[in-house]
């Protein structure tokens, strides 16, 4: 389950979705770098 649109590359958007188990995004392609960063640091923010 995931999201689409412009949501799916908020960086704020992504880290919530990392934390409630949805496991794929969509966004504009000019947003994946962002959508990417996010999700890695969500999963390092999880670590810590």
């Known amino acids: ?9 908020e960086p704020h958007s992504v880290e919530f979705c990392h934390s409630v188990g ?7 392609p000019f947003r994946v770098p962002i959508a990417r960063l996010a999700a890695a ?8």
């Not at 389950?1 to 590359?9: D, K, P």
């Not at 640091?41 to 810590?48: P, S």
């Open 1 to 9: 389950v995931g999201i689409c649109g412009e949501h799916g590359g």
């Open 22 to 28: 949805l496991n794929y995004v969509s966004c504009s």
């Open 41 to 48: 640091q969500a999963v390092i923010k999880e670590k810590k």
